[in-house]
C-alpha cells in the first residue's frame, strides 16, 4: 500500500515502460486483407475506405511483391466478381476469380501466406453467403458448396482456409472435403463468433456486394456472448485450427471470453468500419491516428488475440508501429 508502493515508480522511465510493457504487436501478428477485381484497368479507391484500393487482378502480381517486400507476412484475399450467380459458382470453377488470384498471388510472392476468404457474398447476385432456398439461406447445401470452394483455393496454392459464411458445421464439411482431396495439411481459421455488424458497412462497398435484406438468420446478434463462446467451441470440436472474433473492437469481451476457454490460436478481425471510424476522425483532426491505431491494436492483443486482421497492416509495414 501506499506510500511503500507507488506504481509511478515503474512509469517514469521510458526504457522501464519498454521493459515491462506486456503486450507488443509486429508485423508477423498481422493478416492484411485485400480486394481483387476482374476486369479492372486501374487501382481503385475504395471512397470509404481512405487509403485502401481495389486491386486489378491483372496488376496483383505487383502489388502482392510490394506487399511482401513492405515486410507483411500474411494476406487475406477477397475477390470482386463480375460473374456472379444464384449459388457463388464461380468460386469453385477451376478457373474462376478465386482460383486465379490465388495462384496469381501465389506464384509472385511465394513466401507470403495467403489466406482464402471463403463465403459465397461476393460471388452471389443475391448478395447472400450461401444458396437461397425459398426465403431462407440453405444451410447443409451451402456447407457442401463451401467445402468445393475450399478444395479449390487449397489446389490454387492457398495456405490457410477461412471460412466466413456462418453456416452451421462449416468447418467439419471444409475439413472434410479439404481431407478427401489431398489438403490435410490445410489449416482452418474459422470466423468462429462473427456477429451481424454494421461495422461491415465499408466493406460491402468495397468488395461490391449489394444485399438483399441482412444477415440475421446466420450471423450472430451482437447482443449476445454466451453464443459466442458456443460458437467458437463448436467449431473447435469441428476440427478448426484457429478461431476469430469479428469484429474485434466492440467484442474484446468475447475475445477474452475465447481466450480463457480455448487452448487454439486466436484471431481477431479490425473490419472495415473500425477502420474507416478511425482514418475519417483522424482526418478530421479528431484524433490522432497512429495513437490511435497503436491502442486499438494493443487492446485487441491485450484481450488474447495472437492474430490480427487488420486494413492497417500496410501503414504499419511502412511506418513502424
Ligand atoms: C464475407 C465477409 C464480410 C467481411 C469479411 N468477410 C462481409 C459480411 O459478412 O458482410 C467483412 C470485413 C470487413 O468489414 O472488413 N462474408
Not at 519498454?18 to 508485423?27: C, G, K
Not at 466493406?203 to 467458437?232: H, T, V, W
Not at 473447435?236 to 468475447?254: F, N, Q, T
Not at 497512429?290 to 491494436?297: G, K, S
Amino acid at each position: 500500500m501506499f506510500p511503500i508502493s507507488r506504481f509511478r515508480r515503474l512509469r517514469a522511465n521510458p526504457a522501464i515502460r519498454d521493459l515491462l510493457r506486456e503486450n507488443t504487436v509486429t508485423l508477423n501478428d498481422l493478416i492484411y486483407p485485400i480486394f481483387v477485381e476482374e476486369e479492372l484497368d486501374d487501382f481503385a479507391p475504395v471512397e470509404s475506405m481512405p487509403g485502401i484500393f481495389r486491386i486489378p487482378e491483372r496488376k496483383l502480381g505487383q502489388a502482392v511483391k510490394e506487399i511482401h517486400a513492405a515486410g507483411i507476412k500474411a494476406i487475406m484475399t477477397f475477390g470482386v466478381s463480375h460473374h456472379k450467380d444464384d449459388t457463388g459458382s464461380d468460386s469453385w470453377n477451376e478457373n474462376g476469380l478465386l482460383a486465379r488470384m490465388t495462384k496469381r498471388a501465389k506464384d509472385a510472392a511465394p513466401e507470403l501466406l495467403v489466406i482464402s476468404d471463403t463465403c459465397f457474398c461476393e460471388y452471389t447476385a443475391h448478395g447472400h453467403c450461401g444458396v437461397i432456398h425459398g426465403e431462407d439461406v440453405h444451410n447443409d447445401h451451402t456447407i457442401e458448396n463451401l467445402g468445393k470452394q475450399s478444395v479449390i483455393a487449397a489446389r490454387a496454392g492457398a495456405d490457410i482456409i477461412a471460412p466466413s459464411a456462418m453456416m452451421d458445421g462449416q468447418v467439419a464439411a471444409i475439413r472434410t472435403a479439404l481431407d478427401g482431396h489431398g489438403f490435410s495439411n490445410t489449416p482452418i481459421m474459422a470466423y468462429s463468433s462473427k456477429f451481424a455488424s454494421a461495422f461491415y458497412g465499408p466493406f460491402r462497398a468495397a468488395a461490391g456486394c449489394d444485399l438483399i435484406g441482412d444477415r440475421k438468420a446466420y450471423q450472430m446478434d451482437p447482443a449476445n456472448g454466451r453464443e459466442a463462446l458456443r460458437e467458437s467451441m463448436s467449431d473447435e470440436a469441428e476440427g478448426a485450427d484457429i478461431l476469430m472474433v469479428k469484429p474485434a473492437l466492440p467484442y474484446l469481451d468475447v475475445l477474452k471470453e475465447v481466450r480463457q476457454n480455448s487452448l487454439l490460436p486466436l484471431a481477431a478481425y479490425q473490419v472495415s468500419g473500425e477502420y474507416a471510424m478511425i482514418k475519417f476522425a483522424a482526418q478530421a483532426g479528431a484524433i490522432d491516428e497512429h495513437r490511435v491505431v497503436r491502442e486499438t491494436l494493443s487492446s485487441i492483443k491485450r484481450a488474447g488475440a495472437d492474430l490480427i486482421l487488420t486494413y492497417f497492416a500496410m501503414d504499419i509495414a511502412r511506418q513502424g508501429f
